[in-house]
């Protein structure tokens, strides 16, 4: 039975940075490149949250891996034929569903919001000035109470 425990303290380089970029860079997801070069997963976490560089050198890594998955839906499209159609389709689905994640902004689903007023217009403001000199004492009671309801709600 192989031995368990806290795996071997590794130092942060650079050039275990580079290399891990382009473990994935090449296709190799995190867990792959962990395995590959001999870091521990736990330490590949801290050095993100240790080292802010190699935390953005993960992201762009992250990136380019969505593009390899981008690379091998191609290739997947290009191997397929009648019989493999049903199960090249849950690879390509799956592929793209990797590459969304990975790199949103680029291979995500978009969408967007418009905000329109009546039949398409623009959206109407109206105000009201209301002079609290010409309240009665009890109308500014009122107001007040209105007021620091608004105020808890919006800190709740």
């Known amino acids: 039975m192989a031995k368990r425990g806290r795996p071997p303290s590794i130092e942060y380089s650079e050039e275990l940075s580079d290399a891990v970029y382009q473990s994935m860079a090449d296709g190799h997801d995190v867990v792959d490149t962990c395995d590959t070069l001999g870091i521990p997963r736990t330490t590949f976490y801290d050095w993100q949250a240790k080292y802010p560089d190699f935390r953005a050198k993960c992201a762009r890594a992250r990136e380019a ?67 609290a000199n010409a309240l009665t004492f009890d109308q500014r009671e009122s107001v007040r109470q209105a007021l620091l309801a608004a105020l808890e709600t919006e800190n709740d």
């Open 65 to 131: 891996l969505a593009d390899y998955d981008v690379k091998r839906i191609r290739e997947e499209i290009a191997m397929t034929d009648k019989d493999t159609a049903v199960a090249a389709r849950v690879k390509i689905s799956a592929l793209q569903w990797l590459a969304e994640k990975r790199a949103p902004k680029q291979y995500g689903n978009k969408t967007s919001t418009e905000v329109t007023g009546k039949d398409g217009g623009a959206i109407e403001i109206q105000s009201k000035v209301i002079d």
